[in-house]
């Protein structure tokens, strides 16, 4: 059964870091696209980061670039989301997808598998 299971969310202030962790069970990451999507309260699910599973290449929204960082680790079957300098605006659920293919997706809806999201708010 593939499950994808988030962590890592919590409640901080701006300025500040936080680390969310995405592990996988029932499948290996390796020839996955993965990536990080949020969404707020009222809001479309937007796509943050993602990287495919061909030639590595990454993706950062606009508003992230700079800030955020993607990571895996391969022995662990978990990839992350490094967060700095938070922003009030970042303040979202936050989920992590797969899908198996080698290009780099990067709508919603181009995503088979889906974690429950884990909260991240950022507020002074």
């Known amino acids: 059964q593939v499950q994808l299971v988030e962590s890592g969310g919590g409640l901080v202030r701006p300025g500040d870091s936080l680390r969310l962790s995405c592990a996988a069970s029932?499948?290996?990451?390796?020839?996955?696209?993965i990536a990080w999507f949020r969404q707020a309260p009222g809001k479309e699910r937007e796509r943050v980061s993602c990287?495919?599973?061909?030639?590595?290449?990454?993706f950062y929204a606009d508003s992230v670039k700079g800030r955020f960082a993607f990571s895996r680790d391969s022995a662990k079957n978990t990839v992350y989301l490094q967060m700095n300098s938070l922003k009030p605006e970042d303040t979202a659920v936050y989920y992590c997808?797969?899908?198996?293919?080698?290009?780099?997706?990067?709508?919603?809806?181009?995503?088979?598998?889906w974690g429950q999201g884990t909260q991240v708010t950022v507020s002074s």
């Open positions: 997808a797969a899908r198996q293919v080698s290009w780099l997706p990067f709508y919603v809806s181009d995503y088979d598998y």
């Open positions: 029932g499948f290996t990451f390796g020839g996955y696209a």
């Open positions: 990287i495919s599973s061909g030639d590595g290449s990454t």
